[in-house]
C-alpha cells in the first residue's frame, strides 16, 4: 500500500539550530512527494515538492531531496527562526490518482 | 497557485445538528477535495467533488453524513449532518489545478474549526 511515516515530534529547537525532520514513504507506483507546513490557526501551505527521484525541493530555506533508494524525503533547514514554529507534514501523490497521502505531522517550536 | 477560502471559519455546535461549510476559489479548478484533520491528527481524504457529478467518498464516510455540492467550478459545500461531539475537526478544502499535469499538488483553504457540544 502507499503511507508516510513521519518523525514524531514534538520538536523543540533553539533559533538558529539545524533543523531535520524525517520523512520515509512506502509507494506501489512512481510517486511525488511533498512538504506542507501549518501556522497555528491556518490551513496548510505547499512549503516545498519533488516530482523524480535525487529532485531536490526548497524554498524559505528548508530542503528536502528525494531519495528512490532510501524511499525517504528527510526535511532540513541550516538556521531555524522562531516563525517557523509550527506543524510540518510530509505528504505523498500517486500521478495517476487524487489521492494524497500524509504523514502524522511533526509539530516544530523554535525558542529564542 | 490559487487562493481558497472558507466558511464559517470556526463554529460550536450542538449535538443533531446539521452544518454546511462553503468553499470557494478564486479561479476555475477541476478537482475540489473536503479532508478532516481531528484534534492531534493527520489529514484524513472525505470524499472527492467532482463538478456535475456525484461526489466519490472514500471508505468510512458516506454520502447521508456528509453530503456534497459541487455546483460550479469554483465553488463546494460540505455539509455534516446530525452532528456529535466525534465530528469535532477542522474540515479543509483543497483544490488541484486543471492545467497541472504533474505532479498532482494541492492547494489547501483555512479550514473549517467545528466544535460540538
Request: glycine letters at 8%.
Amino acid at each position: 500500500g502507499n503511507s508516510v511515516t513521519q518523525m514524531e515530534g514534538p520538536v523543540t529547537l533553539s533559533e538558529e539550530a539545524f533543523l531535520t525532520i524525517n520523512c520515509t514513504y512506502t509507494a506501489t507506483g512512481y510517486p511525488s512527494l511533498f512538504w506542507y507546513v501549518q501556522y497555528p490557526g491556518e490551513g496548510l501551505q505547499l512549503l516545498l515538492k519533488a516530482t523524480k527521484a535525487d529532485d531536490k525541493g526548497s524554498n524559505k530555506g528548508f530542503e528536502a531531496t528525494y531519495r528512490k533508494e532510501t524511499t525517504s524525503f528527510h526535511l532540513e533547514k541550516g538556521s531555524v527562526q522562531v516563525s517557523d514554529s509550527a506543524v510540518y507534514f510530509c505528504a505523498l501523490s500517486l500521478n495517476t490518482g487524487n489521492q494524497f497521502y500524509f504523514g502524522t505531522g511533526t509539530s516544530l517550536t523554535v525558542i529564542p | 497557485s490559487a487562493v481558497i477560502s472558507q466558511k464559517p471559519s470556526r463554529d460550536i455546535c450542538q449535538r443533531g445538528t446539521s452544518l454546511t461549510i462553503q468553499c470557494q476559489v478564486d479561479s476555475q479548478v477541476t478537482m475540489m477535495f473536503w479532508y478532516r484533520q481531528q484534534p492531534g491528527q493527520s489529514l484524513t481524504l472525505i470524499a472527492t467533488a467532482n463538478q456535475g457529478s456525484e461526489a466519490t467518498y472514500e471508505s468510512g464516510f458516506v454520502i447521508d453524513k456528509f453530503p456534497i455540492s459541487r455546483p460550479n467550478l469554483t465553488f463546494s459545500t460540505l455539509t455534516v449532518s446530525n452532528m456529535s461531539p466525534e465530528d469535532s475537526s477542522i474540515y479543509l478544502c483543497s483544490v488541484r489545478l486543471a492545467e497541472v499535469v504533474s505532479p498532482y499538488e494541492q492547494y489547501f483553504g483555512p479550514g473549517t474549526r467545528l466544535t460540538v457540544t
